[in-house]
T-cell receptor, first 113, second 115 residues
């Protein structure tokens, strides 16, 4: 079945760039997502990329998609302590009324001052 | 819009008791999802509805769990009887039809502790 995999932990220094990686298995996925979860809160959509795109940039966030390798990455430039959170990768599955997201386990990002 | 609303935010109950979690999706969204999050298993999809109709309940752990969506603005997740292993954070999320990428919007979650 479909599967989304992420590394569980990442630690960076404040001001450095963070790169969070994700691999997925469903080559027919049309949308791929990055969500952020801060402590004690729900998941918040950060950004998404459509499968016909290679890159999407939104302020400090850059998403890269390699469809051949089924690899998705999220780069956070100038990482701040407020970026400390769990980051989830997800792929869209389904069509019509039968549609859902397949989630990775999340990458816990620790930003050290 | 107030976003997805969940109640209660915290619930502590004893084993064997019935627990009802509530969710109000974002107005106009036509899909609703119930998730469970634990350290061991991560984020698990329990059930989701489209236009108030359950589409996939394969993630519901067992018959002790049930979910309803009587109308477009309200859903419940019930556990009866509850067990300590049900302790988790339960999230509700809603999604607009045809929205850009069918993104899901999450509520703040209900932290359930069963003693």
């Amino acid at each position: 079945g479909e599967d989304v995999e992420q590394s569980l932990f990442l630690s960076v220094r404040e001001g450095d760039s963070s790169v969070i990686n994700c691999t997925y298995t469903d080559s027919s996925s049309t949308y791929l997502y990055w969500y952020k979860q801060e402590p004690g809160a729900g998941l918040q959509l950060l950004t998404y990329i459509f499968s016909n795109m290679d890159m999407k940039q939104d302020q400090r966030l850059t998403v890269l998609l390699n469809k051949k390798d089924k690899h998705l990455s999220l780069r956070i430039a100038d990482t701040q302590t407020g970026d400390s959170a769990i980051y989830f990768c997800a792929e869209f599955e389904g069509a019509g009324n039968n549609r859902k997201l397949i989630w990775g386990l999340g990458t816990s990002l620790a930003v050290n001052p | 819009d107030a976003g997805v609303i969940q109640s209660p935010r915290h619930e502590v109950t004893e084993m064997g008791q019935e627990v009802t979690l509530r969710c109000k999706p974002i107005s106009g969204h036509n899909s609703l999802f119930w998730y469970r999050q634990t350290m061991m298993r991560g984020l698990e999809l329990l059930i989701y509805f489209n236009n108030n109709v359950p589409i996939d309940d394969s993630g519901m752990p067992e018959d002790r769990f049930s979910a309803k969506m009587p109308n477009a603005s309200f859903s419940t997740l019930k556990i009866q009887p509850s067990e300590p292993r049900d302790s988790a954070v339960y999230f509700c999320a809603s999604s607009p039809e045809g929205g850009a990428g069918y993104e899901q919007y999450f509520g703040p979650g209900t932290r359930l502790t069963v003693t």
